[in-house]
């Protein structure tokens, strides 16, 4: 079993900046591949970004690339989605989820745990 606590939610405005973490307990070394995904209120849950902890390959939105940023520090367990250039549309509830695969995917279903996700809205 992994657990997983997303944290650093809030409310920014367009062009601001937040940063997410997601911190891993239970069976870490289970994991080979962390994801973000977010949901808007009345939409389906949307893969974000993704990164494999084994190696720096990470994965991204057409709609986030260029201004989001996902990277690890294995020594504290955790995963960090650093978000900029924020507009309303990155409004959403965010969640990380954990893989024992070390192959990046974007599918949700392939994803075995989940945090309980982090509220982001981005609002003037």
């Known amino acids: 079993q992994v657990q997983l606590v997303e944290s650093g939610g809030g409310l920014a405005q367009p062009g601001g900046s937040l940063r997410l973490s997601c911190a891993a307990s239970?069976?870490?070394?289970?994991?080979?591949?962390m994801g973000w995904y977010r949901q808007a209120p009345g939409k389906d849950r949307d893969f974000v970004a993704a990164i494999r902890l084994g190696g720096q390959i990470t994965n991204y939105a057409d709609s986030v690339k260029g201004r989001f940023t996902v990277s690890r520090d294995n020594a504290k367990n955790t995963v960090y989605l650093q978000m900029n250039s924020l507009n309303p549309e990155d409004t959403g509830v965010y969640y990380c989820?954990?893989?024992?695969?070390?192959?990046?995917?974007?599918?949700?279903?392939?994803?075995?745990?989940w945090g309980q996700g982090t509220q982001v809205t981005v609002s003037s």
């Open positions: 239970g069976s870490i070394f289970s994991i080979g591949a």
């Open positions: 989820a954990s893989r024992t695969t070390p192959v990046i995917s974007r599918s949700a279903v392939e994803y075995d745990f």
